[in-house]
Nanobody, 124 residues
Framework: VQLVESGGGSVQTGGSLRLSCSASGYTFSSRCMGWFRQVPGKEREGVARVSSTGGTYYGDSVKGRFTISRDNAKNTVYLQMNSLESEDTAMYYC????????????????????WGQGTQVTVS
């Protein structure tokens, strides 16, 4: 199983970025996928999740600004981030729940089995 994130970088406050996560080694289309973020000294935080059927869930701090989506034909999950704020600065990780059903309801950080290496997002 491999998850590879891309698309991070530095952006000004109010700007946008689109993160991508390319997955391989498992049946991507049947699994809940998530984006998480972490800053040094803090716990990893859930940003957004998308179920196998396209249902989406968002953390309160990103609702209305971020959009998660998936392209099962490309084995890729995306995170469109708009109206970025300095508080969004973090390392962003893509993750897959390889154990449970394809739904994402109630999934926590600990429920995700496979993780990418992360991509840094800096907003200033």
């Amino acid at each position: 199983v491999q998850l590879v994130e891309s698309g991070g970088g530095s952006v000004q406050t109010g700007g946008s970025l689109r993160l991508s996560c390319s997955a391989s080694g498992y049946t991507f289309s049947s699994r809940c996928m998530g984006w998480f973020r972490q800053v040094p000294g803090k716990e990893r935080e859930g940003v957004a999740r998308v179920s196998s059927t396209g249902g989406t869930y968002y953390g309160d701090s990103v609702k209305g600004r971020f959009t998660i989506s998936r392209d099962n034909a490309k084995n890729t999950v995306y995170l469109q981030m708009n109206s970025l704020e300095s508080e969004d600065t973090a390392m962003y990780y893509c993750a897959a729940d390889l154990t449970r059903s394809g739904g994402c309801a109630g999934r926590r950080v600990m429920d995700f089995d496979a993780w990418g290496q992360g991509t840094q997002v800096t907003v200033s």
